[in-house]
Nanobody
Framework: QVQLVESGGGLVRAGGSLRLSCAASGRTFSSYAMGWFRQAPGKEREFVATITWSGGFTYYVNSVKGRFTISRDNAKNTGYLQMTSLKPEDTAIYYC????????????WGQGTQVTVSS
């Protein structure tokens, strides 16, 4: 089974930057789309960004467009989320997810990494 491990979270001031990493085991991760989701306290998990296996297509939720950049390095089996101009409302646990079977569904999830943005 593919395993995902997020890292790079932390505490930053508003306007700061962080880069999250998602390390995956196996080859399946590099063959399909992956994405980032986040969940704030008391709220539902929400979609943040996605990227196809080749990196040729990316899509972001409106609230992060222009501030976040999703990328991946398939040779390293690693996905990234570069976050800039962070806002307090970005505070959440960020999860990496992958489509591992070609079904088009996110069927593999990491444990999450905490991002806290102070105002």
């Amino acid at each position: 089974q593919v395993q995902l491990v997020e890292s790079g979270g932390g505490l930053v001031r508003a306007g700061g930057s962080l880069r999250l990493s998602c390390a995956a085991s196996g080859r399946t991760f590099s063959s399909y789309a992956m994405g980032w989701f986040r969940q704030a306290p008391g709220k539902e998990r929400e979609f943040v960004a996605t990227i196809t296996w080749s990196g040729g297509f990316t899509y972001y939720v409106n609230s992060v467009k222009g501030r976040f950049t999703i990328s991946r390095d398939n040779a390293k089996n690693t996905g990234y989320l570069q976050m800039t101009s962070l806002k307090p409302e970005d505070t959440a646990i960020y999860y990496c997810a992958a489509q591992t079977s070609g079904s088009g569904k996110y069927d593999c999830w990491g444990q999450g990494t905490q991002v806290t943005v102070s105002s």
